[in-house]
C-alpha cells in the first residue's frame, strides 16, 4: 500500500515537472512574431532587434525610424526605408519634428547613438521610444530594405 502510494506521488510529482518544462519553452507566437519587445517603463526607451524594429515598422503605419547617423554615413550604406534622417547632434534641437504620440525606432550605425538618441526623446517627453539595436550594420546584414541617400 505504502509503495503504491509512493508511485503514485512520484507520478503526480513528474507529470507537473513536465507540464512546468513544457511551458517554460513555449512563445505565444501572437505577441511575439511582430511585436517589438516590451515597451519600456515610463521614462524609459526599450530596445530591439533590427527585424523587431523592421516588423513593426512594417505592421504599423504610424510607426516611424528615425537614422541619427551623420550625412556622411546615410551616403556610404543607404538609409531604411522611409526613414526620418536627424544626426544625433541635432536630435534635441529637432525633435519637435517628430510626433509625440507614434512609436519611434532610433537607429545609428551599431547602436550606441542610438541610445543616447533614444534616452534624449524619452527625456522629452516622448512615451514611445525604441532604440534599434545593431544599428545599420545589422539592419544591412538582415538584408532590410534600404534607399539610397542624395544630399
Known sequence: ??????RWILLVLLTVIAV?????????????RHAPAE???PGKYATVSVQQAHDALSADPD????????AQEWAQTGVPADAVL???DQIQQRANELPKDQPL?????????????????????????YNVSGGIQDWLRA???????TP
Open 1 to 6: 500500500m505504502m509503495r503504491e502510494k509512493k
Open 20 to 32: 512546468a518544462l513544457a511551458a517554460c519553452g513555449r512563445e505565444d507566437s501572437a505577441t511575439t
Open 39 to 41: 515597451a519600456a517603463a
Open 63 to 70: 510607426a516611424i525610424i528615425v537614422d541619427v547617423r551623420t
Open 86 to 88: 536627424i544626426t544625433l
Open 105 to 129: 525606432y532610433i537607429i545609428c550605425n551599431s547602436g550606441n547613438r542610438s541610445q543616447v538618441a533614444a534616452q534624449a526623446l524619452v527625456e522629452l517627453g516622448f512615451p514611445s521610444v
Open 143 to 149: 538584408d532590410l530594405p534600404t534607399e539610397t541617400y
